[in-house]
């Protein structure tokens, strides 16, 4: 967990798997506020709302100063994101994308995020590297899930359950 030698960028796993990629961004982009999952000091897990960008290769989350799903953050950057069901009727499926998270503290890169994004400072900006995405959906028919899977070298893996 954590290897910068496998971490994967949104723009690379959008290029691995195009049409999936597309309906998870839709679902990412069709509300504003998503479910983040990090890990306490004692290992537990704490859920916290939060906001998501694309920004270049990647996608991005920001943070309030200091904000304990930051600092949670910095200390293990596992993380599990649950984007926004809305309504609940399952519309454009259920996505959700896990991997490790990595604080930008370069100057330069920061800039390009706050000149695009302009948010209130000081803040926190992680990349989310991937490690894998899941989709889960109702089949045309509306008689079976159909959940896709894709992990960094590996095709997308689609499986309905009636």
Known sequence: MGDNARMTTWEEFSS?????????????????HHV???LRRDGSPRVSGTEVRFHGP?????SMWQAVKARDLQRDGRFALHANPGDGSME???????GTAVEVTDPVERRGFIDA???????HLFRLHIDEVVRVSLRDDQQ?????TWRPGAPVKRVERA
């Open 16 to 32: 691995a798997a195009p049409e999936l990629a597309a309906s998870v961004r839709a679902r990412f982009e069709a509300t504003k």
């Open 36 to 38: 983040l999952a990090t």
């Open 58 to 62: 990647d996608l991005v989350l920001g």
């Open 92 to 98: 454009g499926g259920d996505a959700k994308v896990s």
């Open 117 to 123: 994004e302009q948010p209130p400072e000081p803040f």
């Open 144 to 148: 079976a899930l159909v959940i896709e």
